[in-house]
C-alpha cells in the first residue's frame, strides 16, 4: 500500500506528525567535526543546483545534504572524493524519495559536476581538475554510506514538516 502523498490532511495527520517528530528527536546532533568543512557549501550549492535542473523534490535534496553532513561528520573521505559522495547521497535520496522515473543517470550527475573553481583552499596542493568517477566507485561509495547509517535511510527533514504546518496554521 502506498502512502497517501497528502498526509497532513488526513485524518491520522497528527499520530503521522508525532511519529515524524518522536524519530527527528532521537537522531544524533550534528557536531560540525569534519576536517572538509569548508567543502560543505561547495558541495550543498551543487546539490541544490542539480535538484533545480533536474526537477527533483526538496525533501530529496534534504535528505541528500543531511546524509553528506552526518557522513562526512562521522568519517574521513579524501578530497578528490567529495563529489563522488555528493553524488552517492544525491541518488539514495532521490531512490527513498522519489518516483523511480525521476532517478537521474549517474552519467548525468557526472555531467552536472562544477568545472574546477572556488573550492580549493587557498595554498592548497590540490589540482583544480574536473573529478572523474566510474560506476564501480559509485557503488562501492553507495555500499559505505548505506553501512554507515545502517541502511537506515527514513530521516525527517524539514520538508517533510512544512505542508503540516501550513496546515495547523490555516485552520
Known sequence: MAMEQDWWKNRMAEDIYA???RKEQSLAMYQ????QLWMRQCLVNWLGV????????ATA????VYLLDFFLDGLEVEHSDLYLLAITCFLLAVKFEEHTKQLPRFNTLIQ???RPAGCIPPASSI????????????ISVEHAVL???????AVP??????PYYLQVMMT
Do not use: D, M
Request: one cysteine or more; charged letters at 10%.
Open 32 to 35: 560540525g567535526h569534519s576536517r
Open 127 to 138: 589540482s583544480p581538475t574536473i573529478p572523474s568517477y566510474t560506476i564501480e566507485q559509485y
Open 50 to 57: 542539480v535538484t533545480e535542473q533536474l526537477n527533483i523534490c
Open 147 to 153: 553501512q554507515y547509517f545502517v541502511w537506515e535511510l
Open 61 to 64: 535534496q534534504h535528505l541528500a
Open 112 to 114: 552536472l559536476l562544477p
Open 157 to 162: 527533514v524539514v520538508p517533510h514538516f512544512v
Open 19 to 21: 511519529t515524524l517528530r
